[in-house]
């Protein structure tokens, strides 16, 4: 990718995350107390900002997907085709996190071109065909979608188990690929690649140069995920996930996807 390009879409990125910190606190307040006048203004500021940078990520097109979702977060629903229903402040807040995570995605996938091109196409899912097990893309697919949502929606536990899920799978894909012959000409661990720890398998994939050092970047919390979880898969009462760990993991796990697959 060009180096002017990544800078422009790391700008971006950098502006989004700011802005879904920024309407996270919003919404959080105005969940407590959707009275707050001070929470109200600030949500009007924070909606023009996101309309300045949703406008520049269309390029100016109305007809864009993310112009038309940024519109469609302010609509009006109706009850089952009956009255009208005003739209709490809190819900528009959440839907514009939800298009906002939208731009993310898309960002985070980009190849060389532009930024985000003008187009009325919606946006298309989250592809991982670079993956060599094609039994695996569907799930991590939906996986990733959950994790997406997940975030947007706050619930950080859920938003790093699942990048850090995803992130040991596609690593793992990699790695088995590779086999464990090829492997083991690195100095590799003994014993079959699933008896290995997350850890291992993310040191052995930067060692043997499937990934790069991205993962030098994932929090503590992240490290030892699996303990997030007891034996049931339920989360139990673990170290608190906070938002920048939720997000630092999502960020480590964009770039492995485009380790992996250098021609996205």
């Excluded at 309407?23 to 900002?49: F, K, V, Y």
């Excluded at 009255?83 to 959440?94: F, Y």
């Excluded at 398998?201 to 993962?215: F, P, S, Y």
Aim: aromatic content about 4%; proline content about 5%.
């Amino acid at each position: 990718m060009d180096e002017s390009l990544r800078a422009q879409i790391e700008t971006y990125l950098s502006r989004l995350d700011g802005l879904i910190r920024r309407g996270s606190q919003i919404r959080d307040t105005l969940a407590n107390d959707p009275s707050n006048t001070s929470a109200m203004a600030a949500t009007r500021t924070w909606q023009e900002d996101c309309g300045v940078t949703v406008n520049q990520l269309s390029g100016g097109s109305k007809a864009h997907w993310l112009a038309r979702s940024f519109s469609e977060a302010f609509l009006v629903r109706s009850v089952a085709g009956g009255a009208v229903v005003e739209t709490p402040p809190v819900e528009i807040v959440k839907r514009l996190l939800g298009v906002l995570e939208q731009a993310v995605g898309s960002l985070s996938r980009m190849d060389d071109g532009p930024v985000m091109s003008a187009s009325s196409e919606t946006p298309l899912p989250h592809r991982f065909d670079f993956l060599h097990n094609p039994e695996l893309r569907p799930v991590v697919e939906q996986a990733y979608t959950d994790g997406r949502r997940a975030l947007a929606q706050g619930d950080y536990d859920l938003a790093l188990l699942t990048s850090c899920g995803i992130l040991e799978a596609i690593v793992t894909d990699a790695l088995e690929h590779k086999g464990l012959t090829a492997l083991a000409a690195s100095d590799t661990p003994a014993g079959k690649i699933a008896d290995w720890s997350f850890e291992t398998r993310l040191a052995v994939a930067e060692k043997t140069g499937l990934i790069r050092g991205g993962c030098a970047r994932l929090p503590a919390v992240a490290r030892t995920y699996r303990d997030l979880t007891n034996a049931d898969g339920k989360s139990g009462p673990k170290p608190m996930v906070s938002e920048r760990d939720a997000r630092v993991a999502g960020q480590v796990l964009h770039v492995v996807m485009r380790d992996l697959n250098p021609g996205r």
